[in-house]
Structure formats: C-alpha cells, structure tokens
C-alpha cells in the first residue's frame, strides 16, 4: 500500500510538473526540454520549484526517462511510416512488419514497440534488418529517377532562335529524356520571364540584363543583306549601306517598342545603323527570308539561316564586308531561382561547347 502511494504521489507530481513546463508527452510542437526553466504561471508561490527537499532527485530522473521514452517512440513511429512510403514508392509487395507501441498504464507515456498478434516474435536486429532494407531500396528507387529527371520546361525565344539553336540538337534530346516536355513560346520582345512564370528566355548576349544569369546556348551570329537575283537584274547592287535608301528593303517591327529596326553594320571598329524603307514590314524573320526568295526586296537576316540558299543560288549577298558579329544566343534565367531536374540537364545539354580545330 505504501508503495502504491509513493508511485501515485510520484505520478501526480509529474502531471504537475508537465502542466507547470508546459510539455506534454502527446504535444510533438512547441515543447520545452526539461532543462529549461519552467515556467512561473499557475504556481503557487510565483516562481518554480527546483529539486530539493520538496522535489526529490530520483522524480527528476524519472520524468527525464519518461521523456526519452516518448521521443523514442516517436523515432520509431516515424521510421515505420518512413519505411511504409518507401515501400510504396519503391513498388515493394509485402509491407513492413506490424507494429505498435505499448503505453505505460500509469503515466501512459509510450515506452518500446512491441510486435502485434500475428507477427514473427523475433529479435531486435531480425526484426530492424527489413526496414533497412526497404529504406535502401527506396534511395535506389530515388536515385533512379534522379537519373531520368522528368517535367516541363518553359521558354520564350526569338523566331530565328528555334532553326539555329534549338531544331538541330531538339529531337536528340527529346529522344533521350521521354520524360521531359519543352514549350517554346515565339516572342520577338524583351518578354519578363518572371512574370509571364517561364523558366527561361533567349537572347542574344548583348541583350540580357546583367541580374540574369546568362548560359550561352549558340555560336556568334552573322547576319547579311540578301535578295534574289531576279531583284538585282532590275536594281543595282548596293556598294556602301548608305546606298540602301534607293532599294526596296523589308523592314522588320519591333514588337516591344513598335518601332522598325534599324539594320546595323560595322567596319574598321566603327559602328552604326541605317534606317531603311520598303512596301513590305514583317514582324518575323521567316517571313522576311520568304520575301527576299520571291524577289519582293532585300531583307536582313542572320546568315546561317540563308546559307543553303546562297549555296543554291537562290540569293546573293551583298554589304559583305560590313556585316556586323553579334554575340550567340544565351539562355538567361533569374539567379535567385533553383533549377528543376528537368532544367538542369536540358540545360546541360544546349550548354554551348566551342569545338576543337
């Protein structure tokens, strides 16, 4: 009898303590470590009692021991759930070994797991070793997909951009990331990728604003003059750009500011633009280049994007020597934001590589 009201005495001293510190064995938040000092509220004597006469040692000790117990089973009962999603993910049949933590029937504060009715009674080691090996075949199951990134990528790029970056090295990609998806959104301006939530735009290098991070994605551009040949036979060739007020020139309208580029050259470090007219405005390099081919006027355009007609004869250049070198494209995205598996390798694999002579 007199053990039994020590043990009571103890316990209703420990419920005391738990409602003057405020920690509760069911509370996982906001609970304070025994260590700290409690609180003063709802005392008695205004300030908290310490051990001593009136608080043995050995309470002290005991309520620490109930407190280990409940974060150990609380440990346990989140490595059981942790092993039980990754056996779901990992696509294995048989789920972890049952199991249930047994309340002590004074305090009832959890204290060790216990196997339920009908599971194996084995020991610690045989009874931890499946859970482990569940966990390992979740991280192989996570490493897997980290290997095979999937998602959708968002862009924004210049109409030119698509045939001289993305149409050569496009279908190699899709091919070996099946899981990947691209959006390529035409947009001729200076388009806020933020604001419009795209992951990424495309410029050229001179073009990106300097809070960017910018990764180039394509070698230097070179644009060029061109018309047809039946266009020349009726006008004659252009010797200086200033020449170029007494041709038929397509002009190209910039969609941001609505104002038509000015086309520009370079010669002997020296820089400029010229203003030219023309019956025709486009609003898109492929347009432009279809014009120039029917021999409507001269259009300015990159010349990789005319190459095989100037090959084939279908076009002639001209003002050669006062084509202008731009900086290759880049792909830019804000630095304050983290890349996605999905951006990551379709950015490494549009990386820009200069190849060897």
């Known amino acids: 009898m007199l053990g039994r009201k020590v043990n009571a005495d103890i316990a209703s001293r420990g419920q005391m303590r738990s409602m003057r510190t405020g920690y509760s064995p069911r509370t996982r938040s906001g609970s304070k470590p025994l260590s700290k000092r409690p609180s003063r509220i709802n005392h008695p004597s205004g300030s908290p009692r310490r051990t001593g006469p009136g608080y043995p040692r050995f309470e002290v000790a005991r309520v620490a021991r109930l407190f280990v117990s409940e974060r150990t089973a609380t440990v346990f009962g989140q490595l059981a759930r942790q092993v039980d999603d990754l056996s779901v993910f990992a696509g294995a049949t048989s789920s972890p070994k049952c199991v249930r933590f047994s309340r002590s029937p004074r305090s009832g504060v959890s204290r060790a797991p216990r196997l339920e009715a009908g599971c194996d009674a084995v020991g610690p080691q045989s009874y931890i070793q499946p859970h482990f090996e569940s966990i390992a075949a979740g991280v192989s199951a996570i490493s897997a997909l980290r290997d095979k990134p999937s998602g959708q990528v968002r862009l924004v ?7 001289l970056v993305f149409r050569p090295r496009l279908p190699a990609f899709l091919r070996d990331y099946p899981d990947i998806t691209i959006e390529l959104i035409i ?12 992951d990424a735009g495309v410029r050229l290098g001179e073009a990106i604003a300097r809070d960017m991070v910018a990764v180039r994605i394509g070698p230097d551009v070179s644009y060029a003059v061109v018309g047809a040949p039946v266009y020349f036979a009726r006008r004659a060739v252009p010797s200086t750009p200033h020449d170029l007020t007494d041709h038929n020139c397509i002009n190209l309208r910039l969609p941001t500011s609505g104002a038509l580029y000015a086309w520009e050259f370079a010669k002997d470090g020296r820089e400029f633009s010229v ?36 090959d084939g004869g279908q076009l002639q250049e001209v003002l050669a020597d006062w084509a202008p070198t731009f900086q290759g494209y880049h792909l830019y995205y ?5 890349p996605s598996p999905a951006f990551s390798a379709f950015l490494d694999a549009f990386r820009y590589r200069k190849r060897s002579p």
């Open 157 to 163: 790029c210049p109409d030119d951009a698509v045939d």
């Open 275 to 310: 203003r030219v007219e023309g019956q025709l405005t486009m609003s898109n390099i492929e347009p432009a280049i279809n014009a120039a081919l029917d021999g409507v006027g001269l259009s300015y355009v990159p010349r990789d994007l005319v190459r095989q007609y100037l």
């Open 334 to 338: 804000p630095s304050r934001r983290h």
């Open 187 to 198: 947009d001729n301006g200076f388009t806020n990728i933020v604001e419009r939530q795209f």
